[in-house]
């Protein structure tokens, strides 16, 4: 297979940490391009790479083939935009973008320009979603009733990073909370209604610092959230059906271990043992369940194929169905009720 000839636009933390190892270490990629202004920290990584300023400049280049888009969330429609009608195939980090029409407006561009838009949602290969994907197909706790999956942190304070200020995209509910919705989607599918909270917690917050997200599944339900104020281990999961639950603590580690350095190989996503969840199944002894292997590799490996045959690991579809149950949530927390499906689904 001929490597896919691929630009990084933005070389920051998420360039650096979810992409750049990646990309380095699977043959099916090569980075000929990359948009900084740092090309000291870019030769660090890509020694041979061309170091462009503008994405003007990089999408002068024919060879490219591949456009991964890292920069802040705002920046994305117009920079995909750019990429799509110089007939560039695009990934873009998550959410994908800010509204609703924007992402409908790069899907019929890609069409039109008969290329495929990604969406780099790598949380569907963390190790402990996969997990609880398992025991839901296998049927290991039987009709399940209630999943809670939830990203929490102890950031009391406001940080000076773009994220955590006033702008398009910002805000924790587009970052962590597109990740725990796309996961449910991915479980479940659509919910026949949601309730959300989305709040700003933190003295001097610019934007959303916690969540607290409500799906509903006839009488069965997920709940979503995430909160600041967390100080120690909280469950990353609970799974609960009638035949027992499933409780998982401590994060996947692709993350900590690839921004430590660490190099992108078959054990990147092996977890910990001491994080292996606990399975009771009534009747029976507790069990540590060995976590299923985490395996971002696998997402890249999978966008490779699915490039040369239109079966993207996830799509802008896919993105666009987040970002409606995120105006959802939003809707829903503003207006203090609860929002059935018909009225996010248009």
Known sequence: MTPIQTTIVG??????????????????????????????????????ARVVATLDEALRDEATELVVIT???????????????????????????????????????????????AVY???????????????????????????????????????????????????????????????????????????????????????????HITLYYGKRRVILRSTSFVQGPTPRFELHGTRGSYVKYGMDPQEARLASGRKADGTLGEDDTEDFGHLQLADEAAERLETLSGNYLGYYRDLANGLATGRLPVDLHDALKTMKLIEA?????EDGRTIRRKEWDR
């Open 121 to 211: 949602h790598n949380r569907r290969y963390d190790g402990d979603f996969l997990t609880v994907e398992q025991l839901i197909e296998a049927n290991e706790i039987g009709d399940w009733q209630l999943l809670e999956s939830r990203f929490d942190r102890y950031r009391p304070v406001v940080r000076d990073r773009w994220r955590e200020k006033q702008g398009a995209g910002s805000g924790i509910l587009f970052d962590l909370g597109s990740h725990l919705i796309d996961q449910a989607l991915a479980l479940f599918g659509e919910p026949d209604e949601l309730t959300g909270d989305v709040l700003m917690q933190r003295d001097g917050a610019e934007t959303d610092d916690g969540f």
């Open 11 to 48: 070389f920051g933390f998420s360039a650096v940490t979810f992409h750049a190892p990646l990309l380095e270490a699977l043959p099916e990629f090569h980075v000929r391009q990359v948009v900084s202004r740092d090309a000291e920290k870019v030769h660090r990584v890509f020694p041979e």
């Open 71 to 117: 920069t802040p969330t705002g920046l994305h429609f117009e920079m995909a935009k750019q990429a799509i009608e110089a007939n560039k195939h695009v990934l873009l980090e998550k959410p994908a973008v800010v509204t609703i029409e924007e992402g409908e407006a790069l899907l019929a561009l890609a069409e039109q320009h008969r290329v495929h838009v």
């Open 329 to 333: 949530v939003r809707k829903s927390s």
